[in-house]
């Protein structure tokens, strides 16, 4: 039963630093890539970023680049965003998802508020 268990989420001033972890299972996780989404209250699920199978490529949306960082340790079926520099405008339900499978974790909440 493929999982996904995202943590790390939390309160933070703008400005701030935040890093999320998701914890996968019930899949080979070092042959799949792996993305970040997030979905704001009223808006649309958004692509936030994604690596492929061994981390040498990522790609981020045009809203984080440069202020988030995705990696992953295949060795810890895990995948990290590091988000510095937050903004309000970042607040979300941050989920991570194996584009190729269909199942998704609960996601961990990010609220960016002073």
């Known amino acids: 039963q493929v999982q996904f268990v995202e943590s790390g989420g939390g309160l933070v001033q703008p400005g701030g630093s935040l890093r999320l972890s998701c914890a996968a299972s019930?899949?080979?996780?070092?042959?799949?890539?792996m993305n970040w989404y997030r979905q704001a209250p009223g808006k649309e699920r958004e692509l936030v970023a994604s690596?492929?199978?061994?981390?040498?490529?990522?790609n981020y949306a045009d809203s984080v680049k440069g202020r988030f960082t995705i990696s992953r340790d295949n060795a810890k079926n895990t995948v990290y965003l590091q988000m510095n520099s937050l903004k309000v405008e970042d607040t979300a339900l941050y989920y991570c998802?194996?584009?190729?499978?269909?199942?998704w974790g609960q996601g961990t909440q990010v609220t960016v508020s002073s």
């Open positions: 998802k194996a584009p190729r499978l269909n199942s």
């Open positions: 690596i492929t199978v061994r981390g040498g490529i990522t």
């Open positions: 019930g899949f080979t996780f070092s042959m799949h890539g």
